[in-house]
């Protein structure tokens, strides 16, 4: 289990390396300019560069969580879900790993990897409405920012006053 668990944080940095070594330079600078170095708060920039950061910790929190659940080495039952369910608060860091364990759970009951009890319909609905009640508070749905395409519909919607 502890391997497991070790080689899952690589993954979740791999995710990040990715993201900020590859996505970033082409095709955020590309389309916004260099949004992570703009620390004017209030702009433009600095709310890009916040989502891509949060898109950033949904996808690590998604494929490390991916990879703990199929590794084949720990249970994918109710009890250790919700036992290992990331606490919600609110930060975006909490919320963003809360939002990608959440469609990594959600990925893996559609595709019956976990067992589709009501129990775990009802806990993945609980946490979904948990999730969303702060997310509308942050004026954000990080569910969406998961794939680059609507990313970037979220990204060229902003609108500052």
Known sequence: MKETFLVSVIVHELVHYYDYCVTYPS????RYGKV????????LEYYIGGYFQNRSEVRAKFYQETYILTSGRVACTFAN?????TK?????Y???HARGQLLCWK???ESSYLPDEIEMQAFLAKREQAISQVEIGRYVNLA???????FYAYCDSIKLE
Do not use: H
């Open 144 to 150: 969406e920012l998961f794939e680059l395409e609507p």
């Open 88 to 92: 919600i608060e609110d930060s975006f």
């Open 94 to 96: 909490s919320l963003a």
């Open 27 to 30: 095709c955020i600078i590309e």
């Open 36 to 43: 992570l170095e703009n620390e004017a708060r209030g702009s």
């Open 81 to 85: 879900l919700s036992k290992n369910a």
């Open 107 to 109: 990925s893996l009951l």
